[in-house]
């Protein structure tokens, strides 16, 4: 299940990198539902069997090592249609290793420095971390920055950047 996912999304990613999503966006949703239904008929066969031929042996086990990760696939393949039918970029959420990591790499030596647009994409403010640009966000559009060290009123701190680079001071 996990394999075909992620052959579906580097093909995804091809066409949205190329620019021939929208030749084909239509046969990729189509794609998308069909894997979808696929994997959650699959999820629910081994259940199925499972329960059936050992109904009281490692449930736990299976709920560990089969039902999450199936249901994660399951909601991915919703996850990846809706992308596609929004004629979005598909995201998956930085993992905590990876914000740590980005947190490192700029290593501000203050807070204060990393926030979100309006549609909660991160984004950096350099130097003395106050807003003195406004420009748009990559992802969305929206503003991003401010001027005059006053930050747009539709962008926030992220809290879980900002906690990060807080913790790495005191480390």
Not at 25 to 47: P, S, T
Not at 63 to 91: C, M, P, Q
Not at 117 to 146: D, K, M, W, Y
Request: some cysteine; hydrophobic content about 35%.
């Amino acid at each position: 299940m996990r394999v075909n996912l992620e052959d579906f999304r580097f093909s995804f990613y091809m066409h949205n990198t190329t620019g021939t999503i929208k030749d084909c966006r239509a046969e990729l949703v189509e794609v998308a539902d069909k894997n979808g239904c696929e994997a959650l008929q699959l999820m629910n066969d081994v259940l199925a069997s499972h329960l059936r031929n050992k109904p009281e042996e490692d449930i736990s086990w299976l709920e560990e090592n089969f039902s999450r990760a199936a249901h994660t696939i399951v909601d991915e393949w919703g996850t990846i249609k809706e992308t596609i039918l929004r004629g979005s970029t598909f995201y998956q959420e930085v993992s905590l290793k990876e914000q740590m990591e980005i947190v490192r790499a700029f290593n501000f030596g203050t807070t204060g420095h990393f926030y979100n647009c309006a549609n909660g994409h991160t984004f950096v403010i350099g130097e003395c971390g106050l807003a003195v640009q406004r420009s748009i966000c990559p992802e969305c559009g929206s503003p991003v920055g401010g001027q005059s060290y006053q930050l747009d009123g539709t962008n926030t701190r992220a809290n879980s950047f900002d906690n990060l680079a807080g913790q790495s001071l005191v480390v």
